[in-house]
């Protein structure tokens, strides 16, 4: 047994199985040395690809390999020396997808001016300690769109673009230096993004529509950040594996979750923390402290879960959004470095001279682009408000957003049915008030229509209609059904608003579900009835109520609740 794990001058007499073997066993506590590596690890012919990752491999790479090799992982280890120049051949370097294909992340390269080099910019950073911004820290927070474009949450993080083209064997670091990413991992359909078209049920539904996925390790690393506790949130949305009673929804992705090198959540499978559905939104966060200027989130595959459900190659590490921010007053300035650079006047003059030009004509461009959008903002969802006497005047949305300050919450005046209320002031020096549709609540609109035409029933004739006391009853009847108010932001998301949930439980044949717990005995074909009865009244067109009369002739049990 080779106990020194020594590989010199032997390896060309060693099979490739035999060399995998040999590296595996020695991981654990050895050293493999690969001084003068130019031997079949690099010379074969067999395959196109070599992970040699996480090895505890030293020395310096060989100058020579096979021609064959395009995909070359040699991440988290103890390589040092310069690099040999086939790290930038074109047929490693760019496989058909377009991807960068070798990953020397986290090793003790000599990279020199590594910017020229061929190789994708940012690898010095990688390097081990992470050295951009160690002892110099410029940054205090990082978030991350993963997959997708530069979004702003609604609690107003900035999530960076993250959609350059990983590979089998990849890393990316962005040119601010803020923060990079690291990809490790093969498999048959081979895709590093995964993208669904479709409405989350939460606020920031853009953050969870892509997502970075990984055949084996996918790291994200922040750079140059101050030291000291930071939380890290990370967002997930399951868009591969389905939903339903089909076998496409038996898939099951598994894995682990490293920061700072420690597991935080083992087994971690998304569709599981969301009570088994697919395309729902589910967060984690954890507390970490950043004390050598760098994080490392880590997601990583250890071969749990299926492979293959519901297509070939669904499985490993999927996330949607990251983001780290300080729990301490940060004293940095969370901006990257200028880039000024001294320049003579005839220079300068000869580049503001046709900025000026461009960003002149760019502005008009962008003023009649938003005069004509206003003007369309204006007209659109006419159709909405077809029926009401009154057709109330609509604002745009950059109109209510200016007169409410960007919906701050010193403008919320409170919580009203199916959404805030905020306090606006419009240029003219009007005080209205304007309601935000809640993004749980999938009724809201209608409801909003309903509000609208009751308030233009009594600016017309100066006191409320039969129609909107018909509407008023239907509401008042689930709540004392129900025993609750129409909107109670405590309980359950799909049970806040009383009226929205009358409604899906009796899409569902469930209308049982709404009485109150509190009472001990009910007829359920009379709670049945009287919940239909109210949804009837509760309709959002006024010419779809019924009169009060036939509200109590269906009460009493002579006519069945119905819209005909």
């Given at each position: 047994m080779l106990s020194a794990c020594l590989f010199i001058g032997i390896l060309e007499f060693i099979g490739i199985l035999e060399l995998m073997m040999a590296m595996a066993v020695c991981k654990k506590n050895k050293t493999i040395i690969i001084n003068g590596m130019d031997f079949d690890l690099l010379n074969s012919d067999v395959t196109i690809l070599r992970f040699l990752g996480n090895n505890s491999l030293n020395g310096i790479l060989p100058d020579v390999k096979s021609t064959t090799l395009r995909n070359l992982d040699f991440s988290y280890n103890e390589l040092s020396g310069t690099l040999?120049?086939?790290?930038?051949?074109?047929?490693?370097?760019?496989?058909?997808?377009?991807?960068?294909?070798?990953?020397?992340?986290?090793?003790?390269?000599?990279?020199?001016?590594?910017?020229?080099?061929?190789?994708?910019?940012?690898l010095n950073c990688l390097q081990r300690n992470f050295p951009c911004g160690r002892g110099s820290p410029r940054y205090s927070r990082i978030g991350?769109?993963?997959?997708?474009?530069?979004?702003?949450?609604?609690?107003?993080?900035?999530?960076?673009?993250?959609?350059?083209?990983?590979?089998?064997?990849?890393?990316?670091?962005?040119?601010?230096?803020?923060?990079?990413?690291?990809?490790?991992?093969?498999?048959?359909?081979?895709?590093?993004?995964?993208?669904?078209?479709?409405?989350?049920?939460?606020?920031?539904?853009?953050?969870?529509?892509?997502?970075?996925?990984?055949?084996?390790?996918?790291?994200?690393?922040?750079?140059?950040?101050?030291?000291?506790?930071?939380?890290?949130?990370?967002?997930?949305?399951?868009?591969?594996?389905?939903?339903?009673?089909?076998?496409?929804?038996?898939?099951?992705?598994?894995?682990?979750?490293?920061?700072?090198?420690?597991?935080?959540?083992?087994?971690?499978?998304?569709?599981?923390?969301?009570?088994?559905?697919?395309?729902?939104?589910?967060?984690?966060?954890?507390?970490?402290?950043?004390?050598?200027?760098?994080?490392?989130?880590?997601?990583?595959?250890?071969?749990?879960?299926?492979?293959?459900?519901?297509?070939?190659?669904?499985?490993?590490?999927?996330?949607?959004?990251?983001?780290a921010t300080p729990n301490f007053l940060p004293s940095v300035s969370n901006t990257?470095?200028?880039?000024?650079?001294?320049?003579?006047?005839?220079?300068?003059?000869?580049?503001?001279?046709?900025?000026?030009?461009?960003?002149?004509?760019?502005?008009?461009?962008?003023?009649?682009?938003?005069?004509?959008?206003?003007?369309?903002?204006?007209?659109?969802?006419?159709?909405?408000?077809?029926?009401?006497?009154?057709?109330?005047?609509?604002?745009?949305?950059?109109?209510?957003?200016?007169?409410?300050?960007?919906?701050s919450p010193a403008n919320k005046l409170g919580e009203g049915g199916f959404g805030p209320v905020y306090k606006g002031t419009l240029e003219d020096g009007r005080v209205i008030a304007v309601k935000q549709l809640s993004a749980a609540s999938h009724q809201g609109k209608a409801q909003f229509i309903a509000e609208i035409a009751t308030i233009s029933a009594y600016a017309m004739r100066g006191h409320l209609t039969e129609k909107a006391d018909v509407f008023s009853f239907g509401v008042v009847a689930l709540e004392i059904i129900s025993g609750r108010s129409n909107s109670?932001?405590?309980?359950?998301?799909?049970?806040?608003?009383?009226?929205?949930?009358?409604?899906?439980?009796?899409?569902?044949?469930?209308?049982?579900?709404?009485?109150?717990?509190?009472?001990?005995?009910?007829?359920?074909?009379?709670v049945k009835r009287v919940t239909r009865i109210a949804l009837f009244c509760t309709q959002t067109s006024p010419m779809k109520r019924p009169s009060m009369s036939r509200v109590v002739v269906m009460l009493s049990g002579d006519m069945e609740a119905s819209d005909t």
């Open positions: 040999p120049s086939w790290v930038s051949e074109p047929n490693l370097q760019i496989d058909e997808h377009g991807a960068m294909c070798s990953n020397l992340v986290v090793n003790n390269f000599t990279l020199g001016d590594s910017e020229n080099s061929g190789l994708p910019s940012g991350i769109n993963c997959g997708g474009s530069e979004i702003t949450s609604s609690n107003q993080i900035v999530h960076e673009l993250d959609n350059e083209t990983l590979g089998a064997a990849t890393y990316y670091v962005t040119s601010e230096r803020r923060w990079g990413v690291s990809n490790v991992g093969q498999r048959e359909n081979p895709a590093y993004i995964a993208s669904l078209s479709r409405q989350f049920n939460t606020l920031d539904s853009a953050l969870f529509q892509t997502a970075r996925i990984s055949a084996g390790s996918l790291r994200y690393y922040g750079l140059g950040l101050e030291n000291g506790n930071y939380t890290v949130n990370l967002q997930f949305a399951e868009l591969q594996i389905e939903d339903g009673p089909t076998w496409r929804s038996h898939g099951r992705r598994v894995f682990d979750i490293y920061l700072q090198g420690n597991r935080v959540f083992q087994d971690f499978n998304i569709k599981r923390e969301t009570g088994g559905d697919s395309f729902s939104p589910v967060s984690r966060e954890a507390m970490v402290q950043v004390s050598n200027n760098y994080l490392e989130i880590h997601l990583f595959w250890s071969g749990k879960g299926t492979c293959c459900v519901p297509t070939q190659g669904t499985f490993g590490p999927l996330i949607s959004a990251i983001s990257p470095p200028s880039t000024k650079k001294k320049n003579k006047t005839g220079l300068i003059v000869g580049i503001l001279v046709p900025i000026a030009v461009v960003s002149f004509l760019a502005l008009l461009a962008l003023y009649i682009f938003h005069q004509r959008r206003k003007k369309q903002d204006t007209s659109d969802n006419y159709e909405d408000f077809l029926g009401i006497d009154a057709r109330p005047y609509p604002f745009s949305y950059g109109d209510l957003r200016d007169a409410t300050d960007d919906f109670d932001s405590t309980l359950e998301h799909e049970k806040i608003y009383l009226l929205e949930w009358a409604w899906n439980l009796h899409e569902a044949n469930s209308e049982l579900e709404l009485v109150d717990e509190e009472l001990s005995e009910l007829d359920e074909n009379e």
